[in-house]
């Protein structure tokens, strides 16, 4: 699990939280329907206008997993259980890592490949295409959340204009001037919140969770392909590290 972004969450709410207690607690006060129906309705219309129906319903709940959870198997790990695999492999053959159990579901497809005795050629193809298409669906995901952060804030905006509106036009009524007011300045508090605080927050983690994504994959598409080819373990690791950073590579040298 990401403990960053329930942490950033979580805290982002204190904040809001904190700053109404310290103003006396009176929480109805930051509620207005007006103001939740132009914001949640209008970002809604907007975003499904600019996505299609599917990529909406599948990139929310894509977010969501990502932003929160993550790959378990980090890429020093991988080396490692690639190095192990191909350590039996130059033991058993292919045929001995029928048994061995892996976590992450990429490299266990690969290791299938090899054990069905594929020819290299289809082991890139197929794992570069399911690779690309994955890394899609998650940036489909970033665009989705960006999308209703860049539109809440301005539907905020239409929401506080409307509000002024209907405040002018009663200005000789002063019992309606306090929820027209209302109405205008919580709709751009609702829009910044959620913009800031939600969804281009979860858009950028999503980013880095496709950068990170991507090397993961490479990284097995390669371990997969040098174990193919019969390289020895110790090749592996020295080929395999390049996609580390500097620090870690130095880490997994003394190691090893």
């Known amino acids: 699990m990401d403990i ?3 942490a950033g969450l979580i805290g982002g709410v ?3 939280v904190g700053l109404i207690m310290i103003d006396g607690g009176n929480f109805a006060a930051y509620y207005d329907k007006h103001a939740v129906i132009v914001i949640f309705g209008g970002a809604t219309a907007a975003t499904m206008t600019r996505f299609p129906f599917s990529a909406i319903m599948h990139g929310l709940p894509m977010g969501i997993k990502y932003a929160f959870g993550g790959r378990s198997i980090q890429p020093r790990d991988l080396i490692e259980e690639l190095t192990k ?3 039996l492999m130059r033991k058993g053959g292919p045929m001995a890592l029928e048994s061995v159990e892996i976590n992450d579901p990429f490299l266990a497809q690969g290791i299938r490949y090899l054990v069905d005795g594929y020819d290299k050629d289809f082991i890139r ?3 570069e295409c399911d690779r690309d298409i994955f890394l899609q ?3 489909e ?3 989705v959340y960006r999308a209703y952060g860049d539109c809440a804030p301005a539907w905020g905006m239409i ?3 409307l509000g002024m509106v209907t405040m002018f036009a009663n200005m000789s009524d002063p019992s309606k001037l306090g929820p027209a007011m209302a109405t205008a300045l919580l709709a751009t508090l609702y829009g910044a919140l959620i913009a800031n605080m939600i969804c281009l927050p979860i858009a950028d983690k999503l980013h880095v969770k496709k950068e990170e994504e991507d090397v993961s994959r490479t990284l097995i598409i390669d371990g997969v392909l040098l174990l193919r080819d019969a390289k020895s373990p110790s090749l592996i690791r020295e080929m395999l590290i390049a996609y580390l ?3 870690t590579r130095h880490e997994l040298a003394e190691a090893a």
């Open 4 to 6: 960053a972004t329930g």
């Open 14 to 16: 204190a904040v809001i």
């Open 85 to 87: 695999i191909a350590d």
């Open 125 to 127: 193809t197929t794992m």
């Open 137 to 139: 669906h998650l940036d």
């Open 141 to 143: 995901g970033s665009k």
């Open 159 to 161: 929401g506080t204009i």
């Open 245 to 247: 950073p500097e620090h």
